[in-house]
């Protein structure tokens, strides 16, 4: 878009719903009928051709995120069609990247997801919702806790049985499934089920999922805080133990929109907890074993993660072109020649570095750093209670030396 594009709104984005035309306003109904170009997906020109008088034009494919064949009509009165409310998981989002908003006006119809919680009388305050339209059924774990209402947004007909095989499978079949479908259309259609006994078919590829969850004593149920049970994560011993991997992540203080590096990442438990915390941090898991890295994919999936990025590689070789972080995390390799250098280096002003010891030339390192740079040394000492002949003591872990420190 050029530099002399007006500031007044040349384009209108018109949420439309499966009802077509009929749930238009009149205002929605003149922006389409007055402008020059409409864009929308096959569908949604469908729905409106009775009212487009410019020029249809349907999205390429693949789709073009950077919204080029609109942007190069600025000025011009341009429509753009989109399903429901543009600005949940809508087009809306893409174009609101590169068009400034005063140059844009919005009608929102009702989203999928608004009309899914009308139809089952669920507070939208209350309810969990999630996209997974294009996007790995995975994210859905992280919310699967008893008595949660969930609205997920599917990619097709296909989508439901998958959810409902993954929900029997985690301990969680006895949840009550409704599928909604082809929401305030001709063709909306309500069923339920249970998602152990799931046999709907012929389900139309646009529906909404309500998920009322229940589970068995046995289901794997993701903890809301940090230091979770060694024992969920596919582990070589190679891990973060649970209790330093809560103090870890105290340490590291993650903050919204935040990237991690995890150097040594071993079964990437640091950096999925990280993820875990807000769904706007990403991390990057930094590990030269590839056993352990395709380890890390599999926990990452299994925690409802699936964005964890896997940098396979030995450090410090393996940061460089990294995204540059918000904080890192060193739990094997730090004694390794550079790594720690390395690390600081690359960590942005005012960024945070933890780095955890076990061995003395690791806890060696370490010292100097905070002799020469500051920050905070601290010693995990953790015991277990454990049998000793035919009664209980106590039996150590290894300690932990833990230096964090915040770059100026």
């Known amino acids: 878009m050029s530099a002399e594009a007006p500031s007044r709104p040349w384009l209108t984005i018109v949420g439309i719903g499966e009802d077509g035309i009929s749930g238009l306003g009149d205002e929605a109904k003149h922006a389409i ?18 009212l487009i008088g410019g020029e249809a034009r349907q999205w390429p494919k693949p789709f073009d995120a950077a919204m080029s064949a609109v942007t190069a009509l600025a000025g011009r009165n341009v429509c753009v069609l989109a399903s429901g409310d543009p600005f949940f998981h809508g087009v809306g989002t893409n174009l609101a990247r590169v068009i400034p908003p005063e140059q844009i006006r919005a009608i929102p119809a009702p989203s999928s997801i608004s009309l899914a919680a009308a139809r089952m009388g669920w507070a939208l305050q209350d ?45 969680f079949g006895p949840s009550r499934i409704t599928v909604l479908e082809a929401l305030g259309g001709p063709n909306e259609r309500i069923r339920s089920t249970r998602a152990a006994s799931f046999d709907l078919e012929n389900i139309n590829p646009l529906n909404v999922l309500a998920l009322e969850i229940e589970s068995i004593p046995q289901a794997r ?99 460089a072109g990294l995204e540059t972080p918000d904080a890192i995390f060193i739990g094997g390799g730090g004694s390794d020649p550079g790594v720690l250098d390395a690390a600081i280096q690359a960590l942005r002003p005012g960024g945070r570095l933890v780095a955890n010891a076990v061995t003395l030339e690791m806890e060696a390192l370490l010292i100097a750093r905070h002799a020469a740079l500051g920050g905070t040394l601290t010693r995990i000492s953790v015991a277990r209670a454990a049998p000793v002949g035919t009664m209980t003591g106590w039996k150590p872990a290894m300690p932990v030396t833990q230096w964090s420190w915040e770059k100026p």
């Open 221 to 319: 149920i993701l903890p809301l805080t940090p230091g979770i049970a060694d024992d969920l994560f596919e582990h070589d011993g190679q891990i973060t133990k649970r209790e330093v991997r809560a103090l870890t992540l105290s340490a590291l203080s993650p903050r919204r929109g935040e990237l991690l590096w995890d150097i040594g990442a071993g079964a990437g438990s640091v950096a999925i907890e990280w993820m875990l915390a807000h769904p706007s941090l990403h991390a990057i898991a930094i590990e030269a074993d590839a056993e352990r890295a395709a380890r890390i994919t599999r926990n990452a999936a299994a925690f409802g993660v699936p964005g964890l990025t896997i940098a396979h590689g030995a450090a410090p070789a393996a940061l």
């Open 127 to 171: 309810v969990e919702t999630v996209s997974l339209h294009g996007r790995p059924i995975d994210l859905i774990r992280t919310l699967l806790h008893p008595g949660a209402r969930i609205l997920a947004l599917t990619s097709d007909g296909e989508a439901p049985a998958a959810i409902a095989a993954m929900l029997a499978e985690l301990g």
């Open 33 to 50: 009928a007055a402008a020059e170009f409409v864009f929308g997906g096959a569908r949604h020109l469908e729905l409106a051709a009775a």
